[in-house]
């Protein structure tokens, strides 16, 4: 989540929320080494964000709710593997 307009326009709402819901602070990844929640800059997406990048998968215009859709679906694939 970058520190400029993505953080404005409701990035600190979803990191927030992501980090509750996984039970860590930003920068940090979970007990099982599979979720990582860091900060960090979309050079190029200024206008799409708040942009969240999962892989090489970007997310623009996220909200908490997009945010939890992502992570149910990571944490279903977590496990299938």
Known sequence: MCQARCYILGGREILG???R???IAADETTKDGFIH???GCV??????GPVVAIDQNLYGKSTVQSADE???Q???SEKGS
């Open 21 to 23: 819901n996984l039970d």
């Open 37 to 39: 929640v860091g900060n």
């Open 74 to 76: 990571l944490k279903k």
């Open 43 to 48: 050079p190029g997406l200024l206008r799409h």
């Open 70 to 72: 992502i992570l149910n």
């Open 17 to 19: 929320h992501v980090s």
